[in-house]
């Protein structure tokens, strides 16, 4: 999330009583998770497995639970607990604001669109020209669509991503901040659910094509002309590159990424990345010519155990 305006180190440890090291005039122009860095930003750790990870970011500014040498052109904000500051953080910069209509007067609906009838659409939303948007969608504050885009009842465009810190207590919730992106052309079915990202964008490329009931996880990239089929699920962070073909049922785990071209046969399991113009079938996923040859032998092993058996070589 970029800031509205530039802010210092010392008006951020002000915000959320943390005790700085740099200089108080150092610049912060946004906030982000570990994910999206970019020079300027200021991002968060509170594990000593990721602080040689976040401290050698993007990210200009750290806020973090323990005093660390500084980096070089970065400054460190000292918490105690940096997970709860950096949503205090959010909160701050991104309030909640509750909605008073249907279609938020903040929003901005290019010539042609059509929207109708139940359609929920939230605080400073864009959609483009000639998009078609049907009964009872949900699109919630910050999404920007393009031109030629339909999407089908009962959508819901823009939720919280699916991010927690375990505490003794329970779960605590990362606040989100990011938005969801649909490109031009890309058709969303019923029922599908796309969730904004943590503090970037989740992204739709241009020309995809969604059928009903699928699931798109927080900062994940969807790229162009890609074609999921039905109950297609796809975690965060995730990265799936042109003309990727995802048949029924597949599920994608976190934090991969999927070649161009690639095609998953229906009922697969994606548990890491995949090489581009090949075809997959499997849970795990594996060479789909492959896979049924290893389904074939399977099918063999009852006659194998019989005929062993029969001839004295097992009991």
Request: hydrophobic share 40%; proline share 4%.
């Amino acid at each position: 999330m970029k800031l509205t305006r530039q802010h210092t180190l010392a008006e951020i440890a002000k915000i959320i009583a943390a005790r700085m090291i740099g200089n108080p005039e150092h610049i912060v122009r946004g906030i982000n998770e570990i994910h999206q860095v970019e020079p300027g930003d200021l991002s968060f750790v509170d594990h000593p497995k990721y602080y040689e990870r976040c401290l050698g970011s993007a990210a200009s500014t750290i806020l973090i639970n323990t005093e660390v040498a500084c980096p070089e052109g970065k400054a460190l904000l000292i918490s105690d607990d940096p997970f709860r500051d950096y949503n205090k953080l959010v909160e701050h910069f991104m309030p909640f604001v509750a909605a008073k209509e249907m279609v938020s007067s903040t929003a901005q609906i290019g010539q042609n669109t059509i929207i109708q009838p139940g359609v929920f659409i939230g605080n400073q939303v864009k959609i483009g020209n000639d998009c078609i948007i049907h009964p009872n969608v949900t699109i919630y504050d910050h999404t920007i669509i393009g031109d030629r885009v339909e999407i089908h009842a009962g959508s819901v465009i823009g939720a919280d991503a699916f991010y927690f810190k375990r505490r003794p207590e329970g779960y605590d919730k990362m606040k989100s901040c990011g938005r969801v992106l649909i490109e031009d052309d890309v058709t969303i079915g019923a029922s599908c659910t796309i969730d904004r990202g943590v503090s970037g964008d989740t992204v739709i490329g241009r020309g995809t094509k969604f059928d009903n009931q699928i699931h798109i996880g927080h900062d994940t990239h969807i790229g162009e002309h890609c074609l999921f089929a039905a109950q297609v699920g796809v975690a965060g962070v995730t990265h799936i590159e042109d003309e990727v073909i995802l048949w029924g049922q597949v599920g994608v785990s976190k934090d991969l990424t999927i070649g161009k071209g690639a095609i998953v046969l229906a009922q697969s399991g994606v548990p890491k990345s995949l090489r581009g113009g090949q075809v997959y079938f499997g849970s795990p996923v594996g060479d789909a010519r492959q896979k049924m040859k290893e389904m074939a032998h399977i099918k063999r092993i009852p006659d194998i155990l019989e005929r062993l058996k029969n001839e004295g070589h097992i009991k």
